[in-house]
Antibody
Framework: VQLLESGGGLVQPGGSLRLSCAAS????????MSWVRQAPGKGLEWVSI????????FYADSVRGRFTISRDNSKDTVFLQMNSLRAEDTAIYYC????????????WGQGTLVTVSS | EIVMTQSPATLSVSPGERATLSCRAT??????LAWYQQKPGQAPRLLIY???TRATDIPARFSGSGSGTEFTLTISSLQSEDFAVYYC?????????FGGGTRVEIK
């Protein structure tokens, strides 16, 4: 299993970024995909999840209305569109997978760093 | 939102000794509880799910117990590679929530 995140970087407050996660080594269409973030020196915070088919999706209150998760099952890729970014969104963003059903995150990518600063 | 509280925040243990980490939920999560290990500069790794089932390739010295609101992760004999931060997570109800972590350090 490999989850390879990309798209992180430095962005100004109010700006946008789109993260991608390319998956391989498993049957992508049988897994829900999620993003979990970790602010510098802090703990883990679940951000969003998308079901295997693409619907439904769920969001943490802290990002609802600003972030949008989506997936392309033809390319085994999941995305996180982040708009109206704030300083408190600064974190490493991890892509994770979850087998369909009530299950934990069984694989994690290495993460991509998002820094929101002027 | 279900709040997950881990204790202690830091645990100092000598190699070869037993470590016991606790996780408490503000409401029942049944057995939908996972433990993750995170080493510096690395992504978290799944250790335990379903409160007590070891994930693939996890050594038998790691064990989990509990249900409802009280959970425990036990490392029976700490090895040098076990010094890390451990997080519990409930996946029973939205939003999915993590505990604040327990750092296991060398005594």
């Amino acid at each position: 299993v490999q989850l390879l995140e990309s798209g992180g970087g430095l962005v100004q407050p109010g700006g946008s970024l789109r993260l991608s996660c390319a998956a391989s080594g498993f049957t992508f269409t049988t897994c829900a995909m999620s993003w979990v973030r970790q602010a510098p020196g802090k703990g883990l915070e679940w951000v969003s999840i998308i079901s295997a088919s693409g619907s439904p999706t769920f969001y943490a209150d802290s990002v609802r209305g600003r972030f949008t998760i989506s997936r392309d099952n033809s390319k085994d890729t999941v995305f996180l569109q982040m708009n109206s970014l704030r300083a408190e969104d600064t974190a490493i963003y991890y892509c994770t997978k979850r087998t369909v059903g009530t299950n934990p995150f069984d694989s994690w990518g290495q993460g991509t760093l998002v820094t929101v600063s002027s | 939102e279900i709040v997950m509280t881990q204790s202690p925040a830091t645990l100092s243990v000598s190699p070869g000794e037993r470590a016991t980490l606790s996780c408490r939920a503000t409401q029942s999560v049944s057995s939908d509880l996972a433990w993750y290990q995170q080493k510096p500069g690395q992504a978290p790794r799944l250790l335990i799910y379903g409160a007590s089932t070891r994930a693939t390739d996890i050594p038998a010295r790691f064990s989990g117990s509990g249900s409802g609101t009280e959970f425990t992760l036990t490392i029976s004999s700490l090895q040098s590679e076990d010094f890390a931060v451990y997080y519990c997570q409930q996946y029973n109800k939205w939003p999915l929530t993590f505990g604040g972590g327990t750092r296991v350090e060398i005594k």
